[in-house]
């Protein structure tokens, strides 16, 4: 089995054999207002509880569904925002990239870059990351298999980048549905990178609601359980105060009233996991 490697970004480790770690945030920057909110209480939760989180930020989704569907408040703005947020909450951020060009100006803010799963074969684009500096995660696309994620982990070494991080968020299952093969994160721990599961994108139901994506929200902690019961770095989650009125992802996005007790329980699973010792 590969040695497990750790990846520090902005204060905050992610290792398969270490703490757990979180990365969290709403689907996408709705206004200044609303997401300074939701980071702060964000931060008051997790930091009632003692635990390390990186704050997400998406400042542009560019993959939604309908062109008409809100997209965020482009990428100064975002950024701009961003950088506030942070110095005032003293918290790491996270931020994706769509395009190469974005990449430069993204890492003077975010700790981390992250490229997206429909992406993640887009070897410019994760060259781009790499040549920044920052660690970089990568969303295993729901189209690829776990073992081709040495792929991506070699294309951003031979750039140099070493703080790599993988993250599983379901397998395409038929038309408009995801799957997730638990196997895959025993796979991806192979590479010998942290791996992070993504709870709530992995309950998505792709393009389900005709001009916006679906999802079933009721699965997501008992599929973070699992996950987090094989040993792994991290867990991902978006989180919302009112997922109903959510312009992004509200369907799959936890209510922020249950990011306390459920990262309160994870927690306690991460312990017990890391404590056995598994005999094969």
């Known amino acids: 089995m590969a040695k497990h490697r750790t990846v520090k970004a902005g204060g905050v480790s992610f290792s398969n054999s270490g703490r757990l770690a979180y990365i969290a945030g709403p689907c996408v920057i709705e206004s200044p207002s609303a997401y300074a909110a939701q980071a702060a209480a964000l931060k008051r939760a997790f930091t009632s509880l003692r635990t390390p989180f990186v704050l997400k930020a998406s400042f542009d989704k560019a993959n939604r569904t309908s062109h008409s569907s809100f997209r965020g408040v482009g990428l100064e703005a975002g950024l701009e925002l961003l950088a506030r947020v942070k110095a005032k909450l003293g918290v790491p951020v996270l931020a994706d990239i769509h395009l190469p060009q974005q990449a430069e ?143 992004s992802d509200g369907p799959n996005s936890l209510p922020m009233r249950v990011v306390r007790p459920a990262v309160n329980l994870l927690n306690t699973m991460d312990k017990l996991a890391k404590s056995l010792r598994n005999p094969l």
Request: aromatic share 6%.
């Open 105 to 247: 100006a993204v890492a003077r803010v975010a700790d981390i870059l992250q490229i997206p799963a429909f992406l993640c074969r887009q070897t410019d684009l994760l060259y781009a990351a790499a040549d920044t500096g920052r660690a970089v995660n990568v969303k295993k696309g729901q189209f690829m298999s776990p073992w081709e994620a040495q792929n991506i982990v070699s294309k951003l070494e031979s750039r140099g980048c070493r703080d790599i991080m993988l993250t599983e968020r379901g397998a395409s299952f038929g038309y408009g549905n995801l799957v997730v093969d638990m196997r895959s994160l025993e796979i991806l721990k192979d590479t010998g990178r942290p791996v992070i599961f993504d709870c709530t994108h992995s309950v998505q139901k792709p393009g389900a609601l005709g001009k916006s994506t679906g999802g079933d929200i009721r699965f997501s902690l008992p599929l973070a359980r699992a996950a987090v019961a094989l040993g792994i770095a991290g867990v991902f989650f978006e989180a919302h105060p009112r997922p109903e009125k959510a312009l």
